[in-house]
Each structure stands twice: as C-alpha cells, then as structure tokens.
C-alpha cells in the first residue's frame, strides 16, 4: 500500500486555515483508489479521511466521504467494485475531510451519525478567528443516535458506536461484526501523533480510554481502518495506544514537577517515539495538545 502522507497536508490545509480548501486544492491531481480489506469491504484513499465501503447484494453503504469535488471519482470508484445503488453513509465525525461529500451523496443515501455531527454540520463552526458556515441540509445526517446504532446490512451486523470526548466530541467507530473490520475514523493515525480537536470536545484522556476499549472489543485478526495512514491491524492500534499512554505519561510528569510548557517542549519526548511526527502532527505540537488538554482539566 502506498504512503498516505499526502492526506496530511490537505487535512492541515482544512482545519489550519478552516477556508474553503476547494479553491486550492487541485482536485484534478487527486487519484480515488480502492484496496481491498477482507472479504466484500474495501477502503478508499484520495484526499482526506479513508473511506470504508462495504458492497453486495443490499447495495453500498460508506463511511465519510472525503470532500465533495471528489464525489465522481469516489462513484467512479464505488462502480468500479459493485454495480448497486448507494443505500448508507455513515460519518465517524464531522470534519471537513470526512463529511465534504455529504451534500452530494445525501441526495441518494441516508447518513448516519452521532447526535453531535448534526449540531455541528448544521450551524457555524468556530476555529480560531474564522468562522465555517453551516452545511447546506442535504448533507446532514438524517439518522442520529446518542450511544450506538446498528445496521443491518449485505449480511452482517454494521455497529456504528459513540466514543465520547475523543478526536472531538462526536466520534463513532464503526464495527462490521461479520467481517471482522472496524473503522476508527480520526481516533486513529496510523503510525503518526493523533491531532485531538480540543475546541471541539476532544479529550486526550477520552482518546486514550476510548482505543483501550476498542483494543478490548477486537481480536488479533481484526483489520484496523485509521482516518488517516495505511491500513493496519490490532498491533498497529496496540502500538499506538501504548505510544498515546508514555508520551502522556512523560508529558504530565514534566507539568506535575511545575515545567512550563515551552520547557516541556524543550524537553521533547524519549527519542522512541520521535518515528510518530509528521507535518501536520509535529512533536511540539502533540505536547502542547498534551499541555492544554490535561491543563485545563486540572
Ligand atoms: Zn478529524
């Protein structure tokens, strides 16, 4: 599988400038492939948050769908692996790089999601100084839940289930039992350090509990579909969870001895979790997410 680095960008582009990425982005450079998972589920990558498809005899369901200037490439994609019709979106949270699609394919599908990604989609959106208008109604979700929900759908049971106070305040993972998959929208970047919306609810401790859950639920079989990076599996998950816990850890140790932030940045990190950095995810600024989610807690 190709490196998906080119997600990080984009995804910084969006909610770093929170503008209409459209204008910028040149959707024309941006390839929509499909890689098998297991079975009748496959992922989709192009620009943004993956997408989750599951096909077969009920039709196509999908989790997030990027950004809309990708919705023909998407349903190019989509026919490409099953002549059905689009019954389903579910979306794992509401930012931009996951729900930009829903104007579109709201027209012809039913979106799913937590109680919280139709506040948010349907008003203003505060980020910094900047102000995100509210999602035309096509795109919102018109089924929502506050715990869990269930499909059932092409032949198994598909959990769409709330993790509170994670990435923001309305994540879900979606679990396709049968299958043995789950989607974890933006609780997990592969291989790379979590960006946690603390201006939308998101909670490093709520990050953290909600994946040990998750790590509870799933077998060593189970493939693992992040919001951003590669597809992986329980161990890679079980490597983040772990690299969540000891930087968190060392970073809360240095704030418990009185350490400012600026000398905790100085500080860094042990050098074993330095391979976790990216562009969009710098090692400064996961301890400052670190800094200010338990600062102001305490
Ligand atoms: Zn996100």
Not at 28 to 55: F, R
Not at 90 to 102: I, R, S
Not at 105 to 121: C, P, Y
Not at 269 to 298: K, Q
Request: glycine share 12%; net charge negative; hydrophobic share 40%.
């Amino acid at each position: 599988m190709k490196p998906l680095l080119g997600c990080f960008p984009v995804l910084f582009f969006v909610l770093a400038l929170s503008g209409p990425a459209d204008a910028q982005q040149n959707w024309d450079e941006v390839n929509v492939e499909a890689h098998p998972v297991v079975g009748n589920i496959y992922m989709l990558t192009g620009s943004g948050g993956n997408i989750g498809v599951s096909v077969g005899d009920d039709g196509i369901l999908i989790i997030d769908d990027q950004y809309a200037p990708l919705a023909d490439k998407i349903k190019s994609a989509l026919r490409g692996l099953h002549a059905g019709p689009l019954k389903f979106v579910l979306n794992t949270h509401f930012h931009g790089d996951h729900v930009g699609g829903n104007p579109i394919f709201g027209l012809e599908a039913t979106i799913i999601a937590h109680t919280n990604v139709r506040k948010r989609v349907s008003t203003p959106q505060q980020r910094g100084v900047q102000t995100i208008p509210a999602m035309v109604e096509e795109g919102w979700p018109v089924i929502t839940f506050d715990e869990e929900v269930s499909v059932h759908f092409n032949g198994e049971e598909i959990r769409l289930v709330h993790m509170p106070g994670a990435h923001t305040d309305n994540d879900s993972y979606v679990h396709f039992t049968g299958s043995d998959v789950v989607h974890m929208g933006d609780t997990f970047f592969n291989g790379r350090f979590p960006f946690v919306d603390l201006r939308s609810g998101g909670t490093v401790d709520g990050l953290i509990h909600n994946i040990a859950g998750v790590l509870e639920l799933i077998g060593p079989d189970t493939r693992v579909i992040p919001g951003h990076g590669d597809l992986g599996g329980r161990a890679d998950l079980q490597s983040y969870h772990g690299m969540l816990v000891a930087t968190t850890e060392a970073v809360r140790a240095m704030m418990a001895e009185g350490k400012t932030l600026d000398e905790i940045k100085a500080a860094g990190l042990p050098d074993e979790w330095s391979g976790y950095a990216s562009d969009f995810v710098p090692e400064a600024r996961w301890i400052e997410t670190i800094f200010n989610s338990y600062g102001s807690a305490e």
